[in-house]
C-alpha cells in the first residue's frame, strides 16, 4: 500500500476520533506528498515520499527552535507533538553503531583519511542512508572518523 493510502487511511481514523492536530497534521502530510506527485508528474516512489516525511519533521525541528528561542514553549510542544504524529511514517532509523559501520566502509572505497576528503565520502555515503538516517548524525559521525 503506497504511503498516501495509509496517510489517508490514518486522516479518516482520526477524524472519526476527533483528534484536530492527528487529523491537521495529517492533512498537511497528504498535501505535501500529493504537491511531490505533481511537482514531479507521476507516482511517488517510497524514497522519494520518506524524503517528504523527513523534510516535514526536519522543518519542525527548526520550528522547535525558535519557539523556544522565543520563548514559545507552547507552540514548540505543539510542533513536537506533530513531529510524533510523523515519525511513524518513516523507515526504522539506522543506529549510530550501523551508521558508524557504513562510514568506515565508504571511507575505505572513496580512499578518505582526512577532512579535505569529507565531500567525497559523504557523496557516496548519503545515497546509502537516504531515508533511514539524519544527515546531521552522518555528518557529525563521518566528522569522528574523519577526525574532524
Do not use: C, W, Y
Request: glycine fraction near 8%; hydrophobic fraction near 40%.
Amino acid at each position: 500500500m503506497s504511503l498516501i493510502k495509509d496517510v489517508t487511511a490514518e486522516i479518516n481514523a482520526s477524524l472519526k476520533a476527533g483528534d484536530k492536530l492527528r487529523t491537521s497534521t495529517l492533512r498537511l502530510l497528504l498535501s505535501a506528498l500529493k504537491n511531490k506527485e505533481i511537482e514531479l508528474r507521476r507516482t511517488l516512489e517510497d524514497g522519494e515520499a520518506h524524503q517528504v516525511v523527513s523534510t516535514l519533521i526536519r522543518q519542525r525541528h527548526e520550528s522547535i527552535e525558535q519557539f523556544e528561542k522565543g520563548g514559545r514553549a507552547d507552540l514548540a510542544e505543539k510542533e513536537a507533538r506533530e513531529i510524533e504524529i510523523l515519525k511513524p511514517f518513516l523507515p526504522p532509523q539506522m543506529s549510530e553503531e550501523e551508521i558508524t559501520g557504513l562510514v568506515k566502509k565508504a571511507a575505505e572505497e572513496a580512499g578518505a583519511s582526512t577532512m579535505k576528503d569529507m565531500g567525497k565520502l559523504m557523496k557516496i555515503l548519503m545515497p546509502r542512508v537516504k531515508g533511514k538516517a539524519d544527515g546531521k548524525v552522518v555528518n557529525e559521525i563521518v566528522r569522528k572518523v574523519l577526525g574532524g
